[in-house]
């Protein structure tokens, strides 16, 4: 990632709470000896990282459950094996949990609506496949689902097949990248009425039962907000880290502030910010004017210690684009805005090395 601090070297609270003092003792112990266990790309151990989740241990068993990609299996075993070292250990039980075919999961989260969340999330997916990644986008705003527009899929039918695990959804598929989303399920122009149970099993399956195949990158458009349905679609996924989309207002700003307590809290490494409408160039004389506000995303960056990762300028064409399912990353790639995104997705793909030896694809 381009500045600051890496985002993995952030520390959580404890992964479970303690029942009594020899669990906590115990479980104690056990963190310890998952932090010496390091992922190797990412180069930070699988506590920080958040891949470790639900850590239980009932008399002399550890429970625990592995939030991995398809690449990180092998951590399981190793898991087992540094864990041998604890004599009142009589088994370790680890639950991979994982999404089928999938390398990495990230999410794209905003504090309010209105910021450019969605605008993001399919501009960066372009961004990712231009620099050529098999990219999946999954639309779980249930608030405003509108990444199937923005590609120019409307209300496309959503098919399903048959496997030996059960029924799956069949991605769409626009501009080379997979879709799936919660407003493909609603009656065109109907809001979507669920709520509480309903909406997390929604969402849930959505996480477990889509077919995506090989992708190196799944993004994943979340709800506005620090809401329910955030937390179960971060607690349910393995998402390997968050990228918060914000206006540089003041008042978006303490929205982003909010949802980054939120996601330290659950142990997810936040990325970084990503500035959204930090400024309108002039057509005549080019001079910059910030019309929401300056410096916004820089002050939280520096005051949370999160990567500013880029500043995107208001341009009318993002909103011609995304009404015409044509996003300007791949209308215009060379355009100030696509610069920025195809910065981003270097920078991310820096950090997870996730397509090796691939041709960079721009025209
Ligand atoms: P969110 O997902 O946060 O609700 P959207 O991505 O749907 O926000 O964006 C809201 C509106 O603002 C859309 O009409 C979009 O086209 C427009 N928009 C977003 N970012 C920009 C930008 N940088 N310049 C111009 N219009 C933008």
Redesign the pocket.
Known sequence: MPNHRSPFQSTHEPLAPPSDPISEARSQAVTDLLKTIVEPILDNNIVSLGMVRNLRVVDDYVYLRLYVGKHQHALKPQIETVLSQLTWCKKVYVQICTISGVRTTLAIS?GK????????SVNLAIALSLQGAKVGLLDA?VY?P?IPQMLGLGHSQVNTIETETGTRFLPLEAHGIKVMSVGLLAEPDHPLAWRGPVLHKIITQFIQDVEWGDLDYLLI?LP?GTGDAQITIVQESPICGVLL?TTPQQVAIADVRRSIHMFRRVGIPVLGIIE??SYLRCGHCGEPTPIFGRGGGQQLAEELHASLLGQ?????R??AG??SGQPLTMADPNSR?GQVFLDIASALERTFCTVQDKPLVLN
Request: glycine content about 18%; overall charge negative; charged content about 20%.
């Open positions: 905003s609506g209105g910021v450019g969340k969605s605008t993001t705003d405003g509108n458009d506005p989309v959204n409408m995107i300028p208001i341009d009318a993002i909103c995304g009404d805005v």
